[in-house]
């Protein structure tokens, strides 16, 4: 991967959806949207203005979609969708980080090593950053799944994934409703923490809130549990405070009596504003007759992803027990 095709393309990107936004007056984040249409499509769409036509058939010229590496492509969308959601105040309008995003891929290879293919799901996709940087990690066939509610977030995640090439078939609904889709083997996001606004929907779940509104993190994590084959495995970007709350002995219980806790994986404060705000990655396995808990969960604060040292050292010590854990 090369950063200056990233920064090239960026800066495509950039150009093409800041002229598209002012021709159509339509916001950034749709501008990219529909920028990244353009390009997949390979000519401007005929709904478009003459100007505009004729400004992106030239500007098509300077580009070469199939000149970039998939990640290249991941991270100039990610870039842009960044500038993009600069103006955006809505929390569900932030972007997992990079470093982040790479490290699940790097926990998901290792969970999933020697599989022949997998089934992936993310029902939290945003922008599909997340899904597409961890399909980029894994070397094996992936049929993914993902579901949004955001109209334009989904807009942008299907574009997004078809400029990268990555097959994944996208619901556009309530993410905790129900899904016309299998189990799969890996259930995988990166949670929207707060309160869940529909009291019916969530009369459904055990998880429910004796009280009041429920935790729509904790209902996404039994919906995961819900599409998991047995056995299967679930990673999550949660608050730290996940197992503090009011409401976390009902998940407490319901997460001994479902699935073993493989792993808590505390983030670097430094990826955080405010310390309140920090987050760990959550790695569950369903149970199944087969399955047994680990000897030892794999429980870590993890350095600055800046920190070189400290990183290759927490890496050593986590493949390690990954190489137990697998052996068991």
């Keep these: 991967m090369k950063q200056e095709h990233v920064e090239q393309l960026f800066q495509w990107i950039d150009n093409t959806a800041t002229t598209i936004s002012e021709d159509m007056n339509i916001t950034y984040l749709e501008s990219i949207a529909e920028t990244m249409d353009v390009l997949f499509n390979g000519q401007p769409f005929d709904d478009m203005s003459e100007n505009l036509q004729t400004y992106l058939t030239n500007e098509l010229t300077k580009v070469k979609k199939d000149n970039h590496e998939k990640e290249e492509i ?5 870039l842009a969708i960044l500038k993009g959601m600069k103006g955006a105040t809505q929390q569900q309008h932030l972007i997992t980080p990079d470093s982040v995003a790479m490290f699940m891929g790097y926990l998901a290879s290792r969970l999933f090593e020697g599989e022949e293919e997998l089934k992936i799901f993310d029902p939290a996709a945003g922008s599909a950053n997340l899904i597409t940087s961890v399909m980029n990690q894994l070397d094996m066939p992936v049929n993914a799944y993902a579901s949004e509610v955001d109209p334009t977030l989904i807009q942008l995640a299907v574009t997004n994934a078809n400029l990268q090439k990555n097959k994944i078939e996208f619901f556009h609904q309530d993410s905790l409703a129900p899904f016309l889709m299998e189990p799969v083997d890996f259930v995988m996001g990166d949670l929207p923490v707060g309160y869940y606004p529909d ?3 969530a009369a459904k779940y055990e998880l429910k809130a004796e009280e009041g509104l429920s935790y729509a993190h904790h209902l996404f994590i039994e919906q995961g549990l819900n599409y998991t084959k047995e056995g ?3 990673m999550f970007i949660v ?6 709350s009011n409401q976390s002995k009902a ?3 319901y997460l001994r009596e479902h699935a073993h806790i493989v792993g808590m994986l505390q983030l670097s404060d430094s990826l955080f504003k405010d310390e309140k705000h920090g987050k760990s990655i959550l790695i569950l396995q369903k149970k199944g007759k087969d399955t047994k808990a680990p000897k030892q969960a794999l429980l870590v604060k993890l350095p600055s992803f800046k920190n070189p040292n400290g990183m290759a050292d927490i890496l050593s010590q986590m493949n390690a027990w990954f190489d137990e854990y697998k052996s068991r």
């Design 74 to 78: 991941r991270k100039a969308v990610q």
């Design 251 to 253: 998940l407490n219980a």
């Design 232 to 234: 299967g495995y679930m």
């Design 199 to 201: 009291d019916v929907q």
């Design 239 to 244: 608050p730290n405070f996940l197992f503090e």
